[in-house]
């Protein structure tokens, strides 16, 4: 899928800034000042001077939160950012509404009680950031996620991405239908990506701790429409009544559904 890079400029802005730098300078930022998250609801919010709140732009992590203070900038942190800074990353320590710092297995609990597909999920968005993707809610798109290959100042997105767990069939219930496939695809076709699944197999471990993601894995299917009639090379014009098929494709491999 070719690159949509925003303006002409754009890609070597991004190979000059790689996000993997970016992050390793969030993080190293994060460490020293002790960062501190506050658990609120289904979010982290954390508060930032300048010149972090400038690399959590960047990086883009969060969401700008307006507010009166000069001195504090203010950032909404999902369940996923917030997790990832705190247990893959180490950089972020988060406390909860008591002001009590709370340790890992704390934090899982408290996710997992506040959304009972956390550890697919994060385990999802984990797979996609450490491969430096940013990762960002799909709702608009109808997807669970979308990820840009930089900054979305730079790029658009390239997927949209679903989550699917192989254990559970409730993860995602819009896949199992064919009828809720093609539609996903007609909606990702509208908006230019491509429909990434990312399936996510426990391998028999349950999710008593995060230390059960090491023993996850994550297979990786994209999933387009393919219209005959537009690769036909006398006849370029596609018939709106034409039947399309599904291209399933998972690493070399593509399957016909």
Same mark, same amino acid.
């Given at each position: 899928m070719a690159r949509k890079w925003k303006a002409k400029d754009a890609e070597a802005k991004a190979l000059a800034d790689p996000m993997s730098k970016i992050v390793l300078q969030l993080q190293s930022s994060l460490i020293q000042s002790e960062a501190r998250g506050i658990l609120c609801g289904c979010s982290v919010l954390l508060a930032a001077e300048e010149e972090q709140a400038h690399l959590l732009g960047r990086a883009y992590f969060g969401d700008r939160v307006i507010n009166a203070e000069k001195d504090k900038r203010w950032f909404q942190?999902?369940?996923?950012?917030?997790?990832?800074?705190?247990?893959? $990353?180490?950089? &972020?320590? /988060?406390?909860?509404?008591?002001?009590?710092?709370?340790?890992?297995?704390? =934090?899982?609990? %408290?996710?997992?009680?506040k959304k009972a597909a956390f550890p697919d999920f994060y385990k999802a968005y984990s797979h996609l950031r450490l491969k430096n993707w940013v990762v960002r809610p799909g709702f608009k798109y109808g997807a669970d996620f979308v990820a840009y290959r930089h900054h979305?100042?730079?790029?658009?997105?390239?997927?949209?991405?679903?989550?699917?767990?192989?254990?559970?069939?409730?993860?995602?219930?819009?896949?199992?239908?064919?009828?809720?496939?093609?539609?996903?695809?007609?909606?990702?076709?509208?908006?230019?990506?491509? $429909?990434?699944? &990312?399936? /996510?197999?426990?391998?028999?471990?349950?999710?008593?701790?995060?230390?059960? =993601?090491?023993? %996850?894995?994550v297979d990786e299917r994209t999933v387009s429409r393919w219209v005959p009639e537009q690769g036909r090379e006398d006849d370029t014009s596609v018939d709106v009544e034409s039947p399309s098929i599904t291209v399933v494709e998972s690493g070399t491999s593509s399957v016909i559904v």
């Open positions: 942190l999902d369940m996923e950012e917030a997790f990832f800074l705190c247990y893959s $990353l180490k950089c &972020l320590k /988060i406390v909860g509404e008591d002001k009590r710092p709370k340790d890992v297995q704390e =934090l899982w609990q %408290y996710m997992k009680s979305p100042n730079l790029v658009h997105s390239d997927y949209a991405v679903l989550v699917s767990s192989e254990e559970d069939g409730e993860a995602n219930g819009r896949l199992r239908v064919w009828s809720d496939i093609h539609g996903t695809l007609r909606l990702c076709l509208g908006v230019v990506k491509t $429909l990434l699944v &990312l399936s /996510i197999s426990k391998n028999g471990h349950d999710a008593a701790s995060p230390s059960c =993601l090491e023993n %996850y894995t």
